[in-house]
């Protein structure tokens, strides 16, 4: 039922298709914003969401980048359910201290403005499982 005239046709025919290189750009994970002092209340404490931010440096090493990676995924899978930012501990200390963050990356899940959950050190699963937990 195939002839050899069916691959050429094929391959002319899949060759002129355009790329999914526009795919790939559209389906691009969310990117995390960093939090500063000044949005703390209205974008943390007073939100409607539940809120994970996670605590991080310009000097972490590849576990920060790596967990920056973990909430973009969760941040894109949970659209408009759950909130995820970034605070960097060095250009923030006030929120840091009071917070008592003593290494990074430190992600704290906060609902109702309260502190519920918090996950210090690099923990894929657990964070997952938390905000899973939260949502």
């Known amino acids: 039922m195939c002839s050899e005239s069916d691959f050429l046709i094929k391959t002319y025919v899949s060759s002129s298709l355009p790329s999914n290189d526009d795919l790939v750009h559209s389906a691009k994970l969310k990117e995390v914003n960093e939090i500063s002092d000044m949005e703390w209340d209205p974008q943390v404490i007073e939100s409607e ?45 006030a929120i840091s201290t009071r917070y008592h963050i003593q290494g990074v990356p430190t992600n704290i899940i906060f609902k109702g403005g309260d502190e519920v959950a918090r996950v210090d050190g690099y923990y894929p699963d657990k964070v997952r499982e938390l905000v899973d937990q939260y949502v």
């Open 49 to 93: 969401l539940p809120v994970m931010v996670m605590f991080t440096a310009g000097w972490c090493g590849w576990y920060c980048p790596a967990m920056t990676d973990i909430l973009e995924e969760l941040d894109t899978k949970f659209t408009n359910r759950f909130k995820f930012y970034t605070l960097d501990i060095d250009d923030e200390e």
